[in-house]
Structure formats: C-alpha cells, structure tokens
C-alpha cells in the first residue's frame, strides 16, 4: 500500500493518516477490568481454579467457605492486575509527556509551535539542535548549506555515534524563507519496521523545480526518537505518524519464552489434574455406593428418598471442591516471586559488572533464569562477542612488500614510515584509499584535535592508522574531503558512495580530485569480493596468499583497490546509478547490480590487517562451559581461517594432536552433500573417543546444506560438540538456532550487534553483549552482560542456583498441597464417604498462603555448592541440563513422601485422639499442626545452607502459625474458639506433634543419609568435600592447569601453520595418519587429576540423551 | 550433622572469575544479601551425627514410651456393651420396632469394680459405627441462632430440620445434629444406695458462656412429625442444656465417647453398681454399638496405649537404624567428599 504525502497541505490528507499521538498503552481506563481479566483468565490453571471457586458458590457441595478459595484467587489476580496496571500507567506517563513536547511546525506558511501530537502526515516540522526529532521526517532543509545534518541514532538503533543525513538533491538549495511554502508531494510504502531502508520518491510543485522525481533513502530522513546534532536547525516533511512511524512498527511485545522447568511444571499438574480425576471419580462412586447402601439406614441423617435429578453428581462435586487444593493455586505466585528475584541477583551481582564501562549485567526477561542452567547449546558470534572489537591495524602487504611482520605493528615499522616520507607512489595510493574509502566523519574539537565518527570499527581503525601515517582525513564538508598529507592539502569531491551491505561484502566510493579533475573508483572490502574483480593480467595469488597468513594469525584482512575512470564512463554509471536509486521495487538489488558494473577491472593495491584481540577470559569461560558438557558453535560472518584461528586460540577447539576440524565446503549441491557424507563418516567414527571433533561450515555450503540435506545436516548437528560456522548471514544464524531448537535442545545464542538480533531472539536464551556495536543487541536480548567471561558465572551460578531452586520450591509446593489434600480423602473414608472437610475454611485457606509458602519462599538463598565449587567443577551443572532435580521421578518422590506423610499424621491423629477426644476441631487442628511440623522439618531437611533468613522462615513460621491460631482461637464467633489454647495445654498434644516428627521424618533423614553415603551424587560427594574442608583444595590446581593449556597453545597455533593447515584442508578419514593418533588417545586413562582437560571430551553426548 | 560456617569474603575470593571487584570485608547486610553471600551454615549428614540423632531419639522416646503406657495403665475404665442385651430376647428379631415401639424400655445392668477408682470417675456413653461426621450431619446446624435469640431464624443450614413442619415456625436449636440428641440416661446405685452423677460442668466453659445464649430456650423442638432423640425441658436456656452442648461438639471420628457425667466418689475394689438404664436411642437400624464407660483419667486423658506403644516402637525403630548404620560404617566405611568418587568419565547418569 502506497502513501502520496503532500508537503504542507492543509486541506489535504488531513485526516487520511492517524495523528502523531504515542501510545504504547495495552489497557484504557475502561477496558482494563474485562481486558486484563480476559487476559489472565486464557491461562489453563486460572480457568480451573475459577472453575472451583464458582462451583464453591454451591453451598450444596462447597465442604468449606468458598472464601478460602476466592480470597487467594482475588489476592493472586489482583497482584497481577496491579502490576500490569502499574505498568500501564508508567506507560501512560512517558507517552504523555513525549505526546505534550512542542515542536515547531508550519501552517499557512508561518512557523507556530504545538504539541507533538498533533503533527499530521504532511506537515513540515521545524526542529533545531538537540531536539528530539517527532515522528519519521524526510529532509527538506539544514542550516548546513551542503545539505547534511547529523543525528544520533542510539535510541533507535543502540548506535552512539553520529550519522550524516542529507536533504534530496531535490530540494538543495532552496532558500530558509522558500521552505516555508514549499510544495510537493511524496510517494512513499506504507508503513514498515526497517529501520534501515526507505524507498521512495520526492516530486517537488512548481515553481520550485521541474517535474522530475528524486529518489529518497534513509539518508534522507530523520526518524522518530533520533536527535539532531551538530547542527543549528533542520527541517523536514512528516511521513509516518504516531504509531506507525518506524520505530512505532518496531515495537511489539516479543513471544513470551517458556522455560524447560515450566513446561514439566506444566506437565507435572496436568498428571495431578488427572490424578485428581481419578480420585474424584473413584470417590464419587464409592460415596454413592455408600450413600445408598449405609446412609440410608442413618436415620439422623435424613436422606430424602427421592432427590433431585443432580443427586448423583453432588457427592463427586463435592470431592473435586475437596481435592482442588491438590494443585496449589500459591505456585504460580510463588514462582514469579522467586523468579523475579533471582533476575534481581543477576542485576545486583557485583561479580558481573564491567568495570571499564561500568555497565551491571541486566535481567531483562525475568521469567527465564531456570533455563540458563539447562543450556545444552551455546551459539556465539565472534567479533564483540569472543573478542573485544577494539580494532587495531597491525599489518599491511603493499604491492608485495610485507609491513609490520618483523615487530607486529606496522605503524612503528621504519619501513613503512621511509616509504611515506619518501614518497614512494603505491605506499600514498594505498594510504589514500584507507583515508578516503569510508564513511568516516572527522569532527574537529575547539582545541584543533581531530576525532573520528565511524558506524565501523574496520574503517575507524583504517583512517586512524592512515592518520598515523602522515595521511590525514582533515574534513568532510559535504561532498568536498579534505586530506592533509605532510602538510600539503589534498582536496577530493565524492561523487558517488557504493555502500557496503553485507552481500556485497565490499564498498567503494567515486572520487574526483579536484586538482587534476581525474575521477577515480577507490574499493576496499573481502578478499573474495575484491579480487575476482581485479583486472586481467595482475599476479592476485600473492595477495590471496597474503590473507591467507593473515587469516591465520586471527587478523581481519581487507583488500583495498582503485581504479581510474574515464569521464564518459562515469557518466554513463551515474545515470544508471541515480536510475537505480530511485527504484521502489527491489532498489538493493538493482543498486547492487549497477555497483557490479563500476566494480572491475579493478588495480590491486595492498591488503590491510587488522587485529580484533580477545576479550580476557574468554578461553577459560569456554574451557569451563565445555567442561559443563555445553557444546560451542561459533556462527560468524567473518572468514573461515580467521574463525578457526581465533576459535583456536579461545580453546573452541583443541589444536592438531587431540582436535580435529572436518570440512563442509563445496559450491554446488554434489560437493556438499559428498563432503556431508564424509564428515558424517568420521564424525560417527570418532564420536566414541575421546577425541575433539568440530566441524567447519561455510556460509555457501551451509546454504546449500539446510536446504537440501537438512536430515544429514541435522544429525552432524547432533554428534557434533564443536561447529564454526563462518560467513553466514544473520538470518543463517538464526536458521541454525532453529535447527538446534527442533532437535529438542536448549540453545543459548550470545552476541553484541545487530546481526545477531534474530538469532538471539530465536534462542531459548538470547544474550546479548552491551559492547561496542551498540545496544541493539543488549536490547533484543533476555540477559545482557558486559563481558563475554560473565557468562561462565551467568550459567554456573545464577542458572544453577535458579534451576535447584525452581525444582525444590515447585516440588514442595505439590507436596504440601498433597499433603494436606490425602489427608481431606482419608478422613473421607471414616466420615462415610460424604466429602467433609476435616479442616476448616481459615485453616485451608491459611495453609496454602502463609502457612507453607513463607518458608519455601527463602529457598532462594539456598545454595548446595558454593559458587566457588562450581566454578572448579563445572561439570556438576549435567544435574540441571539433564533436569535430575526436576522429573517425573523426582516428583513421584515427593509424591510418596507425601503420602506417606499423611498416613502418619492421619493414623497418628486418629489414634491418640480417639473415643473421648475425637472432637472435630480439636482433631483438626491436631492433624493441621502436624502438617505443619512436618512442612517445617521437611524444609529444614531439604535445605542445604541455613542463613539467618533461612532459620528465620522456618522457624518463625512456625511460632507464627501458632500465633494466627492463638489469634484466631480467641475470637468467640469463630469456629475454632479456645481449640488452640485448649490443645496447648494438653501434654498429650505436644507428645503427639513429637511423635508424628519423628515417625514422619525419621525413615526421611534414615534413606537421605543412606543414599547420601552409599549412592551419593556427585552433588553430594563434592558438598561433603567441600564441607568437611580437606581433599576440595587439593582439586583446586584445574584453572592453573586450564591456563598453562592455553599458554602453550598459542605459540604453536603460530609456529605450526603449515600444519594446521593441512588440517583443516583434508577431512580426515579412517585410513589418514590420525587413525594411530586417535588410538593412542583412547588409550590413555582418563584420571580425574590427571586429565582435566580431557574430561570435556569424553564427557559424552550419549549421557545426556538417557 | 556437621556444620561449618563459611565466611562470604573465602567465597568471594575463590570464585574463579578473573578479575572480581574487590570489596571490603565489612560490607552492610543488604549488599551481603543481593550478592548471595549471607553467612550460612551448611549442615551434612556425617555417619557420626546420623547415628548419634536416631540414638538420642531412641534413648528420648523409649522412656517417654514407657512412661505414656504407665499413665495408660494406672487409667481404670470399666466398659458395658448392653445395646443388644437391653432388648428382651423376644424382641431380638425386631430390634427396631422394639426401640420405636411404646413399650418401657428400663434396663439393667452390674458392673464389678475390680481396681480402685479414684474420684472423679467420668462416665461416658460410646457409640460405634455413628456418623456424627457424615456431611450432612455436620453442617445441619445454627451457630448464630444457638447464640442468641434474636438469630432464631438463622435456620437455612438446618435444613431438613430448620422449621416446624415445613411451616415458617423455626426449631430451637435447629438441625439434625440437636434433633438426634442422645436420649439414653444410666442411673447409678452402689448397695442399694444411690450414686449421685453430677451432671453440671461436663460441657466446655466456653461452649455455655459464649456459644450457648443464656437467653436462648428451646422452641417447637422435636414437635415434628418425626421424633428423633431426646426433647429438651424448655424451661431452660441452652446454656444449661448440658447434655446438648456436649452432643453438638461433634465427634470427628465415627467411635466415640461423650460425657454424661461425673461421679465424685471414690470407687473400691469388689463394690458391686447397678445401672438402672432406660435404652432409648435406636442404633439398631444402622448396627450401632451403645457402651457405658466408667472411667478414671491421667495427665494423658483415658486409656489410650497407643501413644506409649508408638513411641516405644519409633524409639525402638531408631535404636535398629542406628545399629544397622553403625555396622555399615564398620562393614563397609566410605570416606565423605572423597574426590575419587568423582569420576566425571563414567556416565553419571548410572545411578
């Protein structure tokens, strides 16, 4: 759909698009009641528990008040409807206040100001520096007379530095007082979220030009939220509005991520539902059996002999009101509590915060943590990511001769520094290119010191290292550049910017210089993308060699070119150019064809290197993850030897002797899938050894590979710990995740720019590193962190720690509420199978929410290692990955132990209150007092560290339940009057609740201790090492070990080249010279002191898909 | 169980991030709190701690074992089950008929004092098989009308027995559980001469000062066409209608006892009591047991050996698990933490 924009006409298009008004409310003062009931009544669990607090309104079968249902259900919803509305609210304020700004806008040709909301599409905004700019504009006029403005763009995309924006060429030149009647109209697409392109076009009224059209890009506006800088005023057209403006389209409320535990939780209570089923049933029948074979002869309970047609159903109704509370209605609250606290220790954690840039890690999906200790996949860009993305030129090959080979930097390589004195011609064609082919912005600060804006760190470090060496980029004014080389000033106009997009993989710009007037085609970008496209005749193999040991050092290579241009030539270009331009229908792809027309025949003048250093800690954090049995795939759109390179030296893969790298490669579909089939061969091969096997995947070959050999592909996915995956496309990342996640893995992608916001949105788990590529990523992402090293403690501890927490707090909840509700259904069978209640509705009520939910609550500060043995025993998260705390198993044993539980509360009751002290209340409170000493023991069993909090919930729970009922006791028109005071004077009831301690927890503590002991985890191995204080310190010696590994890795990472290579260029099959190596390895015994690198290897996949 | 407390700065330093922000050791609570370091105590269980807990349970329970079964034993209680030896032997194969039947229904009965029994002596009646319990039974009751006159018409939980006849006249006290009021009464007489049963204070106190008005007198009771238990003299307000404040506190269990009085002398060994008992309440229809229980109390209430069997057997249960550990540990000693056990190749996923 089309929109024709008319510039500054009032009579028209006045009401055809929505009004610059804000809002990003989900609820309006009226709807919010049915909307957000609605909203959380769409949940399963909150449909059933509405189900049974309605059927309590029964009074026929309701066995207690319905207000022990109905004050929980009110207080849960009424918590979470406060918060959304709270949320709302904030919402509501921040709209306000961007709706009421007032900005300069000009009707009937005078400038008046209004506010920000009634700007109407069409309208001409008026904006000066360091305004926020309304809503999205397309540039008319700047004070700049060359057109350009600079806005800051970090709200919309992360990116801190500035950017240039230009007016159409359309309207350059048009005087300040023209402006305010100018008329045209524009034809732009309807609204879209891309915030990178726009195209349309400008056809400005007369008597301003003639009726021609003008492209317009993104260059050509300024959108909503960025700010202009630098710049005394700016004006522009409003051509999307309010909520449809770019960055309103991009807003949206991302997919809600479900973690692994919550599903068990949800597949846990749906076995209870059906549990609970069951025994309705079963007890429905019996009851009505009962009823007509028994109550009948009850006179005194005066059945009626004909009841109504529902009779049969009463007594069943009445037991599933009874068993409703075996799903606690407290678990949901409980569990976004504990949830949003343990995001909260994530925010606070100091041992996270990056101490350069002062940035904490942030929780920004609260609902998640538990999965980051089941992450069995980590995904993980390479530039920002793994390394610092700090670039630095270090090196350079010009016309063959190699700089900065002997000291490693070719800045301070005397060479190189003769060779720019002393004029040498390729030298200053090459430092040319450096300093002209970029985007680069010089601003010149009030002391004369020049610093440079760049959107990218290759080209920063490009024109600073050009700088360095006598070649300054002095000013940009418009198209006009200035260079100031050994004092002399070099001035060149840029006619034409061929920009870099990630499938050209290059850029160039069209240069004139303006003192000899000759036009030239300067091209910098990819080695594959620049040398095809060199002319005929010259030697390309030395550069193609050049990158190559380039690449192996871990360096960035580009290859930077030039080439003169006729004038004719040119101008013939630039025609299809601008007529490429201004295309609506697939502009990228046709401006990407006329580019390749320019782009040949092109002179090779050198390759640049630059290096991107890793960030600290990197090849210990890998070291410790894949110790925790996570599998690493590195997904980078970098080449292929640098990826393997700096995947070496991070430990991603072991070098030669132990690791082993397979290649997917080929151009065409038959050499893919036969490289396929032989990696597949070897990898099932050496899959039961302890060997490192990864494989290399290129970004054509895996094109090919997802789309045609999907299945092949899968499984090479699945035997394999270790994949680089080079040269793919943000969308092939986020392909790849998805290929993880259908094989039922959970996947955890981390990543630091805008390429990789898919594919963290697409993982489980989206990380994103606050770096120097701007915040985009940080954003879209579910955790941010400041550094790539805090993800080892991410996981370890914090995504451990959440998962035992979640699995203990969520068991538990089920455990008392079954406690309690077998305790209802035994009572039942001596009660003739009628559904009494045997408590109370205060204690029922009160049961559920304070009772047993304070001291569970505090299960948040448990902690059953120290963080510090987790960290040297990584490998104890396969408890989480695995989920053996929280199972189907697991769960049948709280499920017996509940049971167990109330049979000896019920028969201990029922027994020492027999005959004259069986009064109702009294047993009651006996058998809820039970159920309370026993929640607490269970508690304090279950918990593995007592701090003060701790003993403080536990215990003071318990003075605190009998305080309510002290309380409640004492009101004369409860039910429950003096039962307590009476009970607690009673030594026969404190010998009972000690009894029903004992005999509950005595078998509990007796088969913890045997099974601690004799079959003792590996949990419970190292809390007992690391408790009882001695062997622990003698493990502790495996990060000096890791590191002294890591040390002598990079010496022969470099000295070794060769060898490597052969490496990486011949999959190894059965029949090559490893097979001895490979045997040789199996053999070795796998100690635990002796090995630690090794454990990681043979820690196999196969134990974790039991 | 053993327990070691870690100090937060030992964790904090060995964690094995590279480069941890120093803090200083004395950091406020809060910041202790959001960093997950509050100082904690970390108990396990160690053989030595297990064992010596279940032999301290063990060495707590038996005597306190011994002790309940004592207190049990010393308790003298004399049990008479007379609901089928109350009906002539001609009326045995009607026993229905015979209790709803007009006919006089005096009985009589002797028990033999064997031990001493001490005063008071309380005597119970004990029905079996009665579902005082059953929903409808329990929830067929008025609270707010047993309180206060003014409530009379707070009868809709009494239903089937909430008004006269299905008229709009309210019962006092209204519901089954008033209506199906006990009606058997037992009188005492030792040689010949009468033992006076007091019956005044078998209810709770706070049940006649605050749950039963003493305004409140019985109205329209057991006028219905059905008759259930006894009638009420209506004369009196319902707080003093002690016999149907004991009766209205229902049983949880369907065997239970209740109070119908105190007899304040000391029995002796060989006196000989008749019990002059009219048998009026029908638990024939449902197979119900009458029992008249003298009984004397101990600081555990009545005969009950349960608790003292109970405890004897969990203390006895403890000393067995503490042996049995004990003799493992010798057999078959592991050492707690040892790393050996940590080898993280096999498969952990065996066990």
Redesign the interface.
């Known amino acids: 759909m089309k929109r024709y924009v008319y510039i500054n006409d009032d009579n028209l298009a006045q009401d055809l698009y929505c009004d610059n008004r804000i809002s990003n409310r989900k609820y309006t003062i009226w709807n919010f009641l049915p909307k957000n009931l609605w909203e959380q009544f769409s949940r399963f669990m909150n449909q059933y528990f509405l189900l049974i607090a309605c059927l309590q309104l029964w009074s026929l079968i309701t066995p207690v008040n319905p207000a022990s249902t109905w004050g929980p259900l009110i207080f849960i919803f009424a918590v979470s409807a406060i918060k959304e509305a709270w949320d709302d609210y904030n919402r509501y304020l921040s709209d306000k206040k961007a709706n009421e700004k007032e900005v300069w806008i000009v009707r009937q040709g005078i400038r008046k100001l209004i506010q920000a909301q009634d700007v109407r599409v069409g309208n001409i905004v008026w904006l000066r520096e360091n305004d926020e700019v309304p809503c999205d504009l397309v540039l008319l006029g700047t004070a700049d007379p060359q057109g350009i403005c600079y806005v800051e763009t970090a709200a919309l995309d992360g990116e801190t530095d500035l950017k240039t924006r230009v007016i159409p060429s359309a309207c350059m030149g048009i005087d300040i007082e023209l402006l305010h009647k100018i008329k045209g109209v524009i034809e732009c697409p309807g609204p879209d979220k891309d915030i990178r392109r726009l195209d349309a076009n400008m056809r400005l009224f007369p008597p301003f030009l003639d009726n021609d059209m003008f492209p317009l890009t993104i260059k050509n506006t300024l959108l909503q939220s960025c700010y202009l800088r630098n710049t005394e005023w700016a004006c522009g057209v409003a051509v999307y509005t309010g909520n449809e403006t770019k960055l309103g389209m991009c807003r949206g409320v991302p997919e809600p991520k479900l973690t692994a535990v919550d599903a068990m939780i949800d597949k846990l209570t749906g076995a209870i539902f059906v549990f609970q089923i069951v025994v309705v049933i079963v007890l429905g029948i019996a009851g009505n059996v009962w009823k007509d074979t028994e109550a009948r002869k009850l006179w005194y309970v005066r059945y009626p002999k004909q009841g109504p047609w529902y009779e049969l159903l009463i007594i069943p109704l009445r037991f599933e009101l009874l068993c409703s509370i075996m799903i606690p209605i407290s678990i949901k609250v409980s569990l976004d509590l504990v949830k949003g606290l343990y995001a909260k220790f994530i925010d606070w954690d100091d041992h996270m915060v990056d101490l350069e840039t002062k940035t904490r890690s942030n929780a920004a999906n609260t609902a998640i943590s538990e999965d980051l200790g089941q992450v069995e996949y980590i995904l993980t860009d390479k530039t920002g990511t793994l390394t610092e993305n700090k670039m630095i030129f270090k090196r350079c090959c010009i016309s063959g001769r190699f700089y900065g080979n002997e000291n490693g930097d070719a800045l301070t390589d005397t060479e190189l520094l003769n060779a720019v004195s002393s004029g040498s011609a390729d030298v200053i064609r090459f430092l040319k290119v450096m300093a002209i082919c970029n985007t680069v912005i010089p601003v010149r600060s009030k002391s004369g010191a020049i610093s440079y804006k760049a959107q990218s760190q290759d080209e920063e470090a490009l024109v600073r290292a050009a700088a360095r060496l006598h070649m300054v980029l002095a000013n940009k004014n418009g198209n006009i550049l200035e260079i100031n080389l050994n004092a002399s000033l070099l001035q060149y106009e840029v006619l034409d910017i061929l920009e870099f997009t990630s499938e050209r993989k290059r850029m160039s710009v069209v240069v004139k210089d303006c003192q000899s007037g000759k036009i030239f085609l300067l091209s910098k970008g990819a080695d594959e993308a620049i040398l095809p496209h060199s002319h005929a005749g010259q030697e390309i193999r030395t550069y193609a060699e050049t990158v190559e040991q380039y690449a192996q050092l871990g360096l960035r290579t580009l290859c930077l070119a030039w080439r003169e241009l006729d004038d004719d030539e040119y101008q013939e270009w630039a025609l299809m150019f601008k007529d490429a331009n201004s295309t609506l229908i697939d502009r990228e792809w046709r401006v990407a064809e006329a580019c390749q027309r320019l782009e040949h025949d092109l002179e090779i003048l050198g390759v640049a290197a630059i290096e991107d250093r890793l960030q600290d800690g990197v090849p210990e954090t890998i070291a410790t993850l894949r110790k925790a049995g996570i599998n690493f795939w590195m997904l980078t759109g970098d080449k292929q030897n640098t990826a393997i390179q700096i995947a070496l030296s991070c430990n991603f893969v072991s070098p030669e002797p132990k690791g082993q790298l397979l290649m997917v490669d080929g151009k065409t579909e038959d050499e893919v899938c036969r490289s396929l089939e032989r990696v597949l061969l070897t990898m099932r091969i050496t899959n039961t050894e302890p060997k490192d096997v990864a494989f290399v995947v290129d970004g054509w070959a895996l094109e090919i590979a997802l789309k045609h050999y999907r299945k092949a592909f899968t499984e090479l996915a699945i035997l394999s710990r270790t994949a680089i995956c080079c040269r793919v496309t943000p969308s092939q990342k986020a392909q790849l995740v998805e290929l993880l996640k259908t094989c039922d893995y959970r996947t955890l992608a981390i990543g630091d720019g805008g390429n990789d916001v898919r594919m963290i949105q697409q993982a489980d788990i989206g990380v994103g590193i606050s770096g120097r590529e701007g915040l985009q990523a940080a954003r879209a992402a579910d955790y941010s962190i400041g550094k790539f090293r805090f993800l080892k403690r991410l996981i370890l501890v914090h995504g451990r720690y959440s998962y035992n927490r979640t699995a203990f707090l969520s068991q538990y909840s089920f455990y008392k509420s079954l406690l309690i509700c077998f305790i209802q259904i035994f009572f039942s069978f001596i009660s003739g199978v009628s559904g009494t209640s045997l408590f109370n509705s205060v204690s029922l009520m009160a049961y559920n929410v304070f009772y047993t939910s304070v001291p569970v609550l505090v299960s948040v500060l448990d902690k059953d290692l120290s963080e510090r043995t987790v960290m040297q025993h990584p490998q104890i998260l396969f408890y989480c990955q695995a989920g053996r705390l929280l199972n189907p198993s697991t769960f049948a044993g709280w499920f017996g132990r509940s049971l167990f539980h109330a049979i000896v509360v019920f028969a201990i009751t029922i027994h020492s209150y027999a005959l004259e002290k069986s009064e109702m209340e009294e047993v009651s409170m006996v058998a809820l007092s039970g159920c309370i000493w026993l929640q607490a023991f269970v508690v304090a069993l279950e918990t593995n560290s007592f701090t003060v909090l701790q003993h403080l919930a536990i215990w003071g729970n318990l003075v605190g339940f009998y305080a309510i009922n002290w309380i409640v006791s004492a009101i004369p028109s409860s039910g429950m009057y003096t039962i307590m005071f009476r009970l607690c004077k009673q030594p026969l009831y404190w010998i009972t609740m000690i009894l029903i301690v004992a005999a509950g927890m005595g078998p509990v503590l007796a088969l913890k201790y045997f099974r601690y002991t004799y079959r003792s985890s590996k949990i419970n191995i190292l809390q007992q090492a690391e408790r009882l204080g001695g062997p622990i310190l003698s493990l502790g010696n495996i990060e000096s070990q890791t590191r002294t590994l890591e040390k002598d890795l990079s010496p022969l990472s470099i000295s070794l080249p060769k060898n490597r290579n052969s490496s990486v260029y011949e999959p190894l099959l059965t029949e090559s010279p490893n097979s001895t190596r490979r045997s040789l390895g199996a053999g070795a015994p796998f100690d635990f002191f002796q090995s630690q690198s090794r454990l990681s290897t043979n820690y196999s996949r196969n134990c974790k898909d039991n | 169980m ?1 327990s ?1 407390t ?1 100090s937060s700065s ?3 330093i ?8 120093r ?1 200083n050791s004395k950091r406020p609570k809060y910041s202790r ?4 370091e ?10 030595k701690w ?1 064992i010596a ?2 032999l301290l ?1 063990g060495a707590v ?1 038996i005597p ?1 074992g011994v002790f ?1 079964l004592l207190a049990s034993r010393d308790v003298v209680q004399i049990v008479n089950q007379y609901e089928t030896d109350c009906i002539p032997e001609g009326s045995r194969t009607d026993k229905v008929g015979f209790i709803r039947g007009p006919q006089d229904k005096t009985c009589h009965r002797t028990l033999s004092i064997r031990r001493h029994m001490k005063q008071p002596i ?1 005597v ?1 009646y ?1 029905l079996d098989n ?9 929830k067929s009751r008025s ?1 707010l009308q047993l309180r206060s006159p003014e409530n009379e018409d707070e009868t809709k939980s009494c239903q ?2 909430g008004t006269l006849n299905g008229t709009k006249a309210p019962i006092v006290p209204c519901g ?1 559980i008033a ?2 009021l006990f009606n058997d009464t037992y009188e005492f007489s030792r040689n010949k001469r009468q033992l006076t049963v007091n019956k005044r204070g078998i209810s ?1 106190k ?1 049940d006649r000062e ?2 039963f008005g003493k305004n409140v007198y019985p109205k329209n009771f057991q006028n219905g066409t ?1 008759q ?2 006894a009638r009420l003299d209506s004369s009196k307000p319902l707080s003093e209608q002690e016999d149907l404040i004991v009766w209205m ?11 119908y009085g105190k007899i304040e002398v000391d029995l002796n060994p060989g006196d000989v009591i008749d019990v002059k008992l009219q048998n009026n309440y ?1 638990t024939y ?2 197979n119900g047991k009458k029992k008249l229980v003298l ?1 004397t109390t101990s ?4 005969k ?1 050996d ?2 003292g069997i ?2 004897l057997s ?1 203390g006895g ?2 000393f067995l ?1 503490a042996t049995i ?1 004990t003799v ?1 540990y010798f057999i ?1 000693p ?1 050492e ?10 096999a ?3 065996d ?1």
């Open positions: 053993n070691t870690l030992a964790a904090g060995g964690s094995a991030d590279s480069t941890p922000p803090r709190f959001s960093q997950q509050l100082p904690a105590c970390k108990p396990i269980l160690t053989p297990v807990a279940f349970i329970f306190i309940s309380y119970y004990q009665f579902y005082q319990n059953h929903r409808r039974y329990v609270d089937p027995e089954l209506w199906s709770w706070s605050r749950k059905l259930g238990g506190r229902t049983a949880a269990l369907p065997t239970f006892r209740k109070l029908n229809s449902f009984s600081w555990l209430g009545g009950n349960f608790i109970a405890y969990v249960l403890c698990l550990f493992i078959k592991r707690l933490g040892d790393p050996n056990y940590l080898s993280w190749n498969n952990p996923g066990h």
